[in-house]
């Protein structure tokens, strides 16, 4: 009798973590969408060269969008499971913009690109084990 409310209440979660991924990813691609709107109204409109430098930033979070999707789907094409590597893509790219945007202080832009190296690293063994 346990062991049926058990299931029962894990179909529930697992359900209730489906809709709320299905929720977050629709957000998500409203707010890809609103990015797109806005590199074309920056592109065209602005001729200013501090605005490219917004511009650089926001193609960054446009690619953690992206990239946030990407892994939704792929958590449903691999049977309710999250690759690793899409985590590890997803810092990268956040680590990557973070130096890109605040790079002030030498000290901490060379200590975020070692947390990209350990990425990276981190990265390189996960996809070279699992060719094993």
């Keep these: 009798m346990l062991k049926k409310y058990k299931i029962k209440l894990s179909e529930i979660l697992q359900f209730s973590l489906n809709a709320a991924l ?20 920056l592109s065209v409109f602005t001729h200013d060269f501090d605005q490219h430098y917004l511009l650089l930033e926001r193609i960054l979070i446009f690619f953690l969008y992206f990239e946030f999707i990407a892994m939704i789907v792929k958590y449903f094409q691999e049977n309710y499971h999250f690759p690793l590597r899409y985590f590890l893509y997803i810092g990268i790219t956040a680590m990557i913009r973070l130096v890109i945007v605040e790079h002030d202080n030498p000290v901490n832009t060379l200590l975020h690109t070692l947390a990209i190296l350990v990425l990276i690293i981190g990265y390189y063994i996960i996809k070279s084990s699992s060719k094993r």
């Design 22 to 41: 299905i929720l977050l990813a629709s957000a998500l691609c409203i707010l890809l969408g609103k990015e797109i709107i806005y590199f074309v109204h």
